[in-house]
């Protein structure tokens, strides 16, 4: 088979360009990329930042943003919360988290009211869609809530919210929609 055959019957994303998707290379289509300084990047997990939005009651830190990796759409990093600890009612605007459980156990309550529940343990994934009230609870009285947070865009948005929480909250069960 000769290359223009093959090319013609190839998977598209083989002769996607790799340097569309840098940046500075987009200016220039012709650009040569420095793929040492523009490839992957391993970020160490002793040098996460700390210096990013903070709620009450949990520390985040950055491992993945534009400053520290070159992330354009995409923000990375942990949130610890202490023992027998919660965070402060917030949403994160228009961005969509993921929360994964590393270790211990995550209780998460949200709504207008803070009005709903849930738990997860190490291995569990938490999506929280955008502007939803919520609220992070370590459910251990004596082990650390540890997690690793995604977030659908680069802004440290934030927003602290003054809500008295409904007591007792209802439980929220989740099922699968696709395959029940």
């Given at each position: 088979?000769?290359?223009?055959?093959?090319?013609?019957?190839?998977?598209?994303?083989?002769?996607?360009d790799p340097r569309s998707d840098i940046s500075?290379?987009?200016?220039?289509?012709?650009?040569?990329?420095?793929?040492?300084?523009?490839?992957?990047?391993?970020?160490?997990?002793?040098?996460?930042?700390?210096?990013?939005?903070?709620?009450?009651?949990?520390?985040?830190?950055?491992?993945?943003?534009?400053?520290?990796?070159?992330?354009?759409?995409?923000?990375?990093?942990?949130?610890?919360?202490?023992?027998?600890?919660?965070?402060?009612?917030?949403?994160?605007?228009?961005?969509?988290?993921?929360?994964?459980?590393?270790?211990?156990?995550?209780?998460?309550?949200?709504?207008?009211?803070?009005?709903?529940?849930?738990?997860?343990?190490?291995?569990?994934?938490?999506?929280?869609?955008?502007?939803?009230?919520?609220?992070?609870?370590?459910?251990?009285?004596d082990e650390a809530l540890e997690c690793v947070?995604?977030?659908?865009?680069?802004?440290?948005?934030?927003?602290?919210?003054?809500?008295?929480?409904?007591?007792?909250?209802?439980?929220?069960?989740?099922?699968?929609?696709?395959?029940?």
């Amino acid at each position: 088979m000769d290359q223009d055959h093959r090319k013609a019957h190839a998977h598209p994303a083989q002769h996607r360009d790799p340097r569309s998707d840098i940046s500075h290379a987009r200016a220039d289509p012709h650009a040569v990329v420095d793929w040492k300084a523009h490839g992957v990047k391993v970020i160490p997990g002793h040098a996460l930042d700390p210096n990013t939005a903070q709620t009450p009651g949990m520390l985040r830190a950055t491992a993945i943003n534009r400053a520290r990796a070159g992330a354009e759409k995409l923000w990375a990093g942990t949130v610890t919360i202490h023992a027998n600890a919660k965070t402060g009612a917030h949403h994160h605007g228009d961005l969509e988290s993921i929360i994964f459980v590393v270790r211990g156990r995550a209780r998460m309550r949200w709504g207008e009211k803070l009005e709903f529940t849930a738990e997860a343990g190490p291995g569990d994934f938490i999506y929280v869609p955008p502007y939803v009230p919520h609220q992070e609870i370590n459910a251990s009285r004596d082990e650390a809530l540890e997690c690793v947070l995604v977030r659908s865009g680069q802004e440290p948005i934030v927003v602290n919210l003054d809500i008295e929480p409904v007591e007792p909250p209802e439980q929220v069960l989740w099922k699968d929609p696709i395959h029940r």
